[in-house]
């Protein structure tokens, strides 16, 4: 992988691993986590595991598709996403309230934050 659509795809895919990951198969965990979060190549992985880079890449095709899968039927990172970006949201409009506003609001956004 290469670029930006690189670092946009591996960063989706670790966004997604934290929400499903414990749906996948240990060895699409592992994979998964050797390919996206510990940058080993395919041949890195294929010479520990003592199989081919083809699947490799097909273990790895799959389980990124069943993180995709998950997510358009469950939508969970695309809450978060909006949950947060809300929260940020409301953040900068407390920031901008006279003081003797803004302690019990920002206790209230932490509140919020934390509850994810």
Request: proline share 3%; hydrophobic share 40%.
């Amino acid at each position: 992988m290469h670029g930006e659509n690189a670092l946009e795809k591996t960063n989706r895919i670790n966004v997604l691993f934290d929400f499903y990951g414990p749906l996948l198969t240990d060895k699409q965990q592992t994979f998964l986590k050797c390919y996206f979060h510990d940058d080993y190549t395919l041949g890195e992985i294929a010479a520990d595991f003592q199989i081919s880079r083809q699947a490799v890449y097909e273990h790895l095709k799959r389980a990124e598709q069943v993180l995709e899968d998950y997510e358009s039927k469950l939508r969970l990172a695309d809450r978060h996403n909006r949950l947060n970006a809300g929260i940020e949201l409301l953040e900068a409009q407390i920031a901008g309230l006279p003081e003797q506003w803004r302690k019990p609001l920002a206790d209230t956004a932490a509140l919020l934050r934390n509850a994810e």
